[in-house]
């Protein structure tokens, strides 16, 4: 499935016109109209693994997100593919400013922050910035300190629908930031995720609470259970320990891609009888707005109002998304004339940094170093089903695969001469970004990051001993 992200993206924006497509990274961005001149203020991009559309690519557009970086299914998009996104947004390092928004997930933390210091390191973007949402309420405060933290949940939807609306008005990175950082922090949006099969009747079966977005195990299971009231009951138990009861709030239902309709609508009908006996519902969204490819679930976002009087204004501020789920005055045509075709390539200028040529080697080494890089590539990949037997005992499978991926990817470039091997910063540095193209999600990140901090000790050192 995750070969087919790409072509999906480019059917996406055949019937997306305001919409452009970086193809080779898998990023879909703004377009804007011949004549006109780029937008203004903070520039949002936000991102993550494919596979819960209509997140993030639904998103794109005014009043929400300048840019989606999509990574393969259920795994985080790499850190070049996020930084070409960003200087393709925003194209004045000394002049513009980014947030990136997003989930609480390993692999989009590594990937997000690696861009993030790419950016201000070797291009000279000074105001980049990172929110990092994690709204799940289903993990004790208690448990937080033992895991890597609560999860990012659809609530991420109403935090990119809020603070796109300020960047729109004029609002400046650090106030979007501290903005979206507090009503994080004081515990005003709190998610509950659950999933579930329906039987014939009315009845539930193997029903999962707190269950992730990647399919993560929840945090207590029933075999069966009549109707969702106490699914209801046990979720505002977790939720009211987040927001005092009898709050003004804005509540989200998001169908996790496979639950019907009618589901959804009695699932609905019980919430809000349920809800309103504890708190005072201001607005109700209702629909997929961050599935799960097509699993059967729900998950339920409430946002307090009590946070800022200006959160309703926000929210109702009018975007021009693909979209549908947010107002009714987002539509919008463009001439046929200024339709974009589905394989624009935008072209990003590089700037190496003079410290990645600092040191240099003989060049009777680089022979050496060629075959080196060679027969470690090549054990690699002969090692695949080894690896893969390894990771089945604790994991599923594919490490061996992902560690041969990038084993090829560095044999091409070795034969494609396209790795200095004359200048140990730069080759080490060559090395981080296949392997962060080539195995990608988190352990792409993670052996990106080794190798960059192994160029960075050549860049930093002030003897050239290493190439003696």
Request: proline share 2%; hydrophobic share 40%; charged share 20%.
């Amino acid at each position: 499935m995750n070969s087919n992200v790409n072509i999906a993206l480019s059917g996406f924006i055949r019937a997306n016109n305001g919409l452009r497509l970086i193809q080779d990274r898998n990023c879909i961005v703004r377009h804007t109209r011949s004549g006109s001149s780029a937008t203004t203020g903070v520039k949002l991009i936000s991102g993550g693994g494919s596979g819960h559309e209509p997140a993030h690519i639904g998103y794109v557009g005014r009043g929400m997100l300048h840019g989606a970086v999509c990574g393969d299914v259920f795994a985080a998009p790499s850190a070049t593919a996020i930084l070409d996104c960003l200087r393709t947004v925003a194209t004045d390092p000394g002049g513009d400013s980014v947030l990136f928004v997003v989930n609480n997930y390993t692999g989009d933390r590594l990937n997000f922050g690696l861009a993030m210091e790419r950016a201000r390191s070797l291009y000279g973007y000074c105001r980049v910035r990172m929110l990092l949402n994690d709204d799940d309420c289903s993990i004790e405060d208690s448990m937080v300190a033992r895991s890597v933290g609560k999860r990012g949940l659809a609530g991420k939807v109403l935090l990119i629908k809020v603070l796109g609306a300020m960047a729109e008005l004029g609002f400046s990175l650090d106030e979007l930031y501290e903005y979206g950082e507090g009503l994080l922090r004081k515990g005003h949006m709190a998610t509950f995720g659950f999933t579930f099969e329906m039987t014939d009747g009315d009845k539930l079966r193997n029903v999962e609470l707190g269950k992730g977005l990647h399919g993560e195990p929840g945090v207590y299971k029933m075999d069966e259970c009549d109707g969702f009231e106490s699914i209801v009951w046990f979720m505002m138990e977790r939720m009211v320990k987040k927001m005092s009861e009898f709050a003004e709030v804005v509540v989200l239902v998001n169908n996790l891609g496979g639950t019907s309709e009618i589901v959804v609508g009695v699932f609905l009908d019980v919430l809000t009888k349920l809800l309103e006996t504890r708190y005072r519902i201001r607005r109700i969204y209702c629909g997929t707005y961050f599935s799960s490819l097509s699993q059967v679930g729900l998950s339920v976002t409430l946002l307090n109002l009590a946070y800022n009087d200006q959160l309703l204004v926000y929210l109702d501020h009018e975007v021009q998304v693909a979209s549908k789920l947010f107002g009714s005055g987002q539509s919008f045509h463009l001439e046929p004339s200024d339709r974009v075709k589905f394989d624009t390539i935008v072209e990003v200028e590089t700037r190496p940094n003079p410290d990645l040529f600092k040191i240099k080697l003989q060049e009777s080494s680089t022979s050496l170093v060629n075959n080196t890089l060679h027969h470690i590539a090549q054990v690699l990949q002969t090692s695949r089903d080894l690896l893969n037997a390894f990771d089945r005992e604790c994991g599923d499978g594919d490490t061996g695969n992902t560690i041969a991926n990038g084993a090829t990817a560095l044999l091409a470039a070795l034969a494609t001469a396209s790795i200095d091997l004359l200048h140990p910063a730069k080759m080490l540095q060559d090395i981080s970004t296949i392997l962060q193209l080539s195995i990608g999600g988190t352990s792409g990140a993670i052996y990106s990051l080794f190798f960059q901090a192994a160029s960075k000790a050549f860049q930093t050192s002030t003897t050239n001993r290493f190439a003696a």
